[in-house]
């Protein structure tokens, strides 16, 4: 089973850019999309932003479109998800999944998940 490592994750101001990376053992399903999740703490996980297989199409949640960028180099099977203007809002711990055939904002649709990475974001 293809694994993912996230790297990438720390501590910034607001206002402060941050670019996690996620990189997968072998390339995922040939019609995978790639996802990215984040959990804060008592909250549920929360949809990000996902990538279709080839890179052309994406789809962001509300609250982060328009300041973070999702995108994919899969000659090195690595997810990247910069992330601009953040707030603290946005502190929380960043995960990467894959294995769902189209881009779900839905969690459960993702059977492969990373081990997360940190972001935290302060005044």
């Known amino acids: 089973q293809v694994q993912l490592v996230e790297s990438g994750g720390g501590l910034v101001q607001a206002g402060d850019s941050l670019r996690l990376s996620c990189a997968a053992s072998r390339r995922p399903f040939s019609s995978a999309a790639m996802g990215w999740f984040r959990q804060s703490p008592g909250k549920e996980r929360e949809f990000v932003a996902a990538?279709?297989?080839?890179?052309?199409?994406?789809n962001y949640a509300s609250s982060v479109r328009g300041r973070f960028t999702i995108s994919s180099d899969n000659a090195k099977n690595t997810v990247y998800l910069q992330m601009n203007s953040l707030k603290p809002e946005d502190t929380a711990v960043y995960y990467c999944?894959?294995?769902?055939?189209?881009?779900?904002?839905?969690?459960?649709?993702?059977?492969?998940w990373g081990q997360g990475t940190q972001v935290t974001v302060s005044l």
């Open positions: 999944a894959t294995g769902a055939y189209f881009l779900s904002m839905n969690n459960v649709d993702y059977p492969v």
């Open positions: 990538i279709n297989w080839n890179g052309a199409i994406t």
